[in-house]
């Protein structure tokens, strides 16, 4: 399919268990993003990638980690969940900023929820 | 000064009703972009805004870059069922677009 997808779009865990998040699109966009949205925060930026193998914190990056060995994919990886944790992940995807028009492309976002 | 403030934070309207909600900030911004985030999906971009005083419309949508170039507004004419779901403001920021809080809209039969 084409555009931006996530995987999986419901997920289930327990405190303490490793998660990892999947985000894939098919673009070729240059920057990819992830987001957490909860209520009264709005979207809180937590890691981005401006090209494979390049990766930076945002708002909120502790007790995520992410990877990019290739353009397509940007996983996001929660090593030990915690209930704080609890929220819709968001990922997004965007061209270089020299040919952008500011469009930034949204997944349909995986709901987490960790008891 | 790189916050955005959107208000309201929420709204209940009847159908058929126009809508206006804001976004400010304490900085000076080149760019002001709206988004909009139906339930259980994730945001959409409505419209872009390059220009101070700019004002551009997609549809029933409206939108202004402030003369001071601190604000924007989106303004919803006619609103129907459709139109539910929150609205960001965001501005880029670097390789990043930094979001507000959004407005939820909610409509009423």
């Known amino acids: 399919d084409a555009g931006i997808t996530q995987s999986p779009r419901y997920k289930i865990t327990e405190t303490g268990r490793q998660v990892t998040l999947m985000c894939h699109q098919t673009?070729?966009?240059?920057?990819m993003f992830w987001y957490r949205q909860d209520l009264g925060h709005g979207l809180r930026l937590i890691y981005y990638?401006?090209?494979?193998?390049?990766?930076d914190k945002g708002e909120v990056p502790d007790g995520y980690v992410v990877s990019r060995s290739k353009t397509e994919n940007f996983p996001l990886t929660l090593e030990s969940a915690t209930r704080s944790q609890t929220s819709v992940y968001f990922c997004a995807s965007r061209e270089r900023l020299a040919e952008s028009t500011d469009t930034q492309y949204f997944g349909p976002g995986t709901r987490l929820t960790v008891l | 000064g790189q916050q955005l403030n959107q208000s309201p934070q929420s709204m209940f309207i009847q159908e058929g009703e126009d809508v206006s909600m804001n976004c400010t900030s304490s900085s000076i911004f080149n760019t002001w972009l709206w988004y909009k985030q139906d339930p259980g999906e994730g945001p959409v971009l409505l419209i872009a805004?390059?220009?101070?005083?700019e004002l551009t419309s997609n549809g029933r949508l409206t939108a202004q870059f402030g003369i001071t170039r601190k604000d924007s507004f989106l303004n919803i004419s006619a609103s129907i069922p459709s139109d539910v779901g929150i609205y960001f403001c965001a501005r880029p920021r670097g390789d990043k677009i930094i979001f507000g809080k959004g407005t939820r809209l909610h409509i009423l039969p």
């Open positions: 990638s401006a090209a494979a193998d390049i990766t």
């Open positions: 805004l390059y220009k101070a005083g």
């Open positions: 673009w070729s966009h240059s920057y």
